[in-house]
C-alpha cells in the first residue's frame, strides 16, 4: 500500500513537471510568434515607406532594422503576462471578468421638455365603439399616452400686404385737397422684391454659415413644393450683401481698433471663362476686445489687398512672412519678425533710417 501511494505521488510530481514544461513551451512559442509578427510588421512598414513614403524616410540599412528590433524586444520586457499563460492551482478559485452592461431603453433628451406640444387624439366611431356582444354602445374608461419627436420641415406662405388707403370725405366733397393718407408697411430687405426677410436669412445662412451650395438648397425648396432658381438665390445673396455692407464697414473698422490682428489667406478658386482662376480670400481677426472675423475677397495675392484693409494701423498684425505685408509695415513704421509670424510696432531708437526692420530672416 506504501509502494503504491509513493507510486502514485511519484506519477502526480511528473505530470505536474510535464504540464509545467508545457506551458513554459507554450510561452516560448507564444513570444516566438509575437516576435515573428513584429518582424513580419516591421518588413511591411518598410516596404510601405519604401514604396509610398520620401526617399529620407525609407529603412535603408541593417542599423534601422536591429534599432526597431531593439525597441520591440524592451517592450516584449516591459509586456504584462496574460493571465492564462500561469499555470494555477485548483484549490484556489477562479474569478470571471464581468461585462458592464448597457442599460437599455431610450437616454433623457435635452429640452425635451421645452419643445411645442401638439396632442393628437384617436377615437373610435361610432359603429366601431358598439360591443360585439349585446350591441350597446361602450364608454370610455381612459386612454393609452406615449410621446414622439417630429420635425416639421419648412414652408412656403404668402405674405398679402394690403395698404389701407384714407381720404377725408369733406375735403373731397368740395374739392379740396382729399388729405389721402397710406398705411406705412414694414420695410421690406429687397425694395419691391419678392422675397421675404426670414427667406433671405435662411438661404444667406445655410450658404455661408451651413456651406450648403445653392444647387442643392435649389433641389431643397423643389422637394418643399416651391422651386427657386439657384440664379436667383445667387442675386438674392447679392442682394444681401449690399444690404449689410454699412454693418460689414462697422466691424472691420473696430477689427483695425485691436491692439492684435491676426491674418492669414487662402486660395480661393473663382468661375471665369474659360477656366477657373485663382482668387484669394483673406482674414482678419481682431482680440479680445474686437471679436470679429472679417474676410476680404481679392483677385490675386498681390500687397494692395492687405495695404487697403489695414489702412494706417500701427499696432501688433501677427501673420507669416509674405512679402505683401511689406507695404503695410514700411508705410506705418511696424516692426516685422517673419520668423515666429510676429508684426509689431518698434520701439523708437528701430525707427531711425530704414522705416521698418525685419528681424529672423
Same mark, same amino acid.
Given at each position: 500500500?506504501?509502494?503504491?501511494?509513493?507510486?502514485?505521488?511519484?506519477?502526480?510530481?511528473?505530470?505536474?513537471?510535464?504540464?509545467?514544461?508545457?506551458?513554459?513551451?507554450?510561452?516560448?512559442?507564444?513570444?516566438?510568434?509575437?516576435?515573428?509578427?513584429?518582424?513580419?510588421?516591421?518588413?511591411?512598414?518598410?516596404?510601405?515607406?519604401?514604396?509610398?513614403?520620401?526617399?529620407?524616410?525609407?529603412?535603408?540599412?541593417?542599423?534601422?532594422?536591429?534599432?526597431?528590433?531593439?525597441?520591440?524586444?524592451?517592450?516584449?520586457?516591459?509586456?504584462?503576462?496574460?493571465?492564462?499563460?500561469?499555470?494555477?492551482?485548483?484549490?484556489?478559485?477562479?474569478?470571471?471578468?464581468?461585462?458592464?452592461?448597457?442599460?437599455?431603453?431610450?437616454?433623457?433628451?435635452?429640452?425635451?421638455?421645452?419643445?411645442?406640444?401638439?396632442?393628437?387624439?384617436?377615437?373610435?366611431?361610432?359603429?366601431?365603439?358598439?360591443?360585439?356582444?349585446?350591441?350597446?354602445?361602450?364608454?370610455?374608461?381612459?386612454?393609452?399616452?406615449?410621446?414622439?419627436?417630429?420635425?416639421?420641415?419648412?414652408?412656403?406662405?404668402?405674405?398679402?400686404?394690403?395698404?389701407?388707403?384714407?381720404?377725408?370725405?369733406?375735403?373731397?366733397?368740395?374739392?379740396?385737397?382729399?388729405?389721402?393718407?397710406?398705411?406705412?408697411?414694414?420695410?421690406?430687405?429687397?425694395?419691391?422684391?419678392? %422675397? /421675404?426677410?426670414?427667406?433671405? =436669412?435662411?438661404?444667406? #445662412?445655410?450658404?455661408? @454659415?451651413?456651406?450648403? &451650395?445653392?444647387? !442643392?438648397?435649389?433641389?431643397?425648396?423643389?422637394?418643399?413644393?416651391?422651386?427657386?432658381?439657384?440664379?436667383?438665390?445667387?442675386?438674392?445673396?447679392?442682394?444681401?450683401?449690399?444690404?449689410?455692407?454699412?454693418?460689414?464697414?462697422?466691424?472691420?473698422?473696430?477689427?483695425?481698433?485691436?491692439?492684435?490682428?491676426?491674418?492669414?489667406?487662402?486660395?480661393?478658386?473663382?468661375?471665369?471663362?474659360?477656366?477657373?482662376?485663382?482668387?484669394?480670400?483673406?482674414?482678419?481677426?481682431?482680440?479680445?476686445?474686437?471679436?470679429?472675423?472679417?474676410?476680404?475677397?481679392?483677385?490675386?495675392?498681390?500687397?494692395?489687398?492687405?495695404?487697403?484693409?489695414?489702412?494706417?494701423?500701427?499696432?501688433?498684425?501677427?501673420?507669416?512672412?509674405?512679402?505683401?505685408?511689406?507695404?503695410?509695415? %514700411? /508705410?506705418?513704421?511696424?516692426? =516685422?519678425?517673419?520668423? #515666429?509670424?510676429?508684426? @509689431?510696432?518698434?520701439? &523708437?531708437?528701430? !525707427?531711425?533710417?530704414?522705416?521698418?526692420?525685419?528681424?529672423?530672416?
Amino acid at each position: 500500500m506504501v509502494r503504491s501511494l509513493i507510486l502514485e505521488r511519484e506519477q502526480q510530481k511528473q505530470r505536474a513537471n510535464d504540464l509545467q514544461g508545457e506551458t513554459l513551451r507554450q510561452t516560448k512559442r507564444a513570444e516566438e510568434l509575437y516576435l515573428q509578427n513584429l518582424r513580419l510588421q516591421l518588413e511591411l512598414q518598410r516596404y510601405k515607406k519604401w514604396y509610398y513614403g520620401p526617399r529620407a524616410d525609407r529603412l535603408s540599412s541593417s542599423q534601422d532594422l536591429a534599432q526597431a528590433l531593439l525597441e520591440f524586444g524592451e517592450q516584449l520586457q516591459a509586456k504584462a503576462v496574460h493571465p492564462e499563460d500561469i499555470p494555477r492551482n485548483k484549490a484556489e478559485p477562479e474569478y470571471e471578468l464581468r461585462r458592464v452592461k448597457r442599460r437599455r431603453g431610450r437616454r433623457d433628451l435635452a429640452n425635451f421638455e421645452k419643445l411645442p406640444v401638439t396632442t393628437q387624439v384617436y377615437e373610435l366611431s361610432a359603429e366601431q365603439r358598439q360591443c360585439p356582444c349585446c350591441g350597446v354602445e361602450r364608454k370610455e374608461i381612459g386612454a393609452d399616452e406615449s410621446w414622439q419627436i417630429e420635425y416639421v420641415p419648412g414652408r412656403f406662405e404668402r405674405l398679402h400686404h394690403v395698404r389701407k388707403k384714407y381720404a377725408c370725405p369733406g375735403c373731397e366733397g368740395i374739392g379740396e385737397n382729399p388729405q389721402m393718407e397710406v398705411a406705412a408697411k414694414p420695410d421690406a430687405a429687397i425694395e419691391k422684391g419678392m %422675397a /421675404g426677410p426670414g427667406l433671405l =436669412a435662411y438661404i444667406v #445662412s445655410s450658404k455661408y @454659415s451651413d456651406y450648403l &451650395p445653392l444647387y !442643392r438648397l435649389e433641389n431643397i425648396f423643389e422637394r418643399q413644393g416651391f422651386e427657386i432658381s439657384r440664379a436667383t438665390q445667387s442675386i438674392w445673396c447679392g442682394d444681401v450683401a449690399d444690404l449689410v455692407e454699412s454693418l460689414y464697414e462697422l466691424m472691420a473698422e473696430r477689427v483695425r481698433q485691436s491692439h492684435v490682428v491676426a491674418t492669414d489667406d487662402t486660395i480661393m478658386p473663382m468661375l471665369s471663362v474659360g477656366k477657373t482662376k485663382s482668387a484669394r480670400m483673406w482674414v482678419y481677426v481682431g482680440d479680445e476686445a474686437h471679436a470679429y472675423n472679417i474676410f476680404d475677397f481679392t483677385l490675386n495675392r498681390g500687397r494692395d489687398g492687405p495695404k487697403y484693409f489695414l489702412g494706417d494701423y500701427q499696432q501688433v498684425l501677427l501673420a507669416d512672412g509674405y512679402g505683401g505685408y511689406d507695404g503695410v509695415v %514700411a /508705410g506705418n513704421a511696424i516692426c =516685422a519678425n517673419s520668423k #515666429s509670424g510676429m508684426v @509689431s510696432s518698434p520701439p &523708437p531708437e528701430n !525707427r531711425a533710417g530704414s522705416p521698418f526692420v525685419k528681424l529672423g530672416l
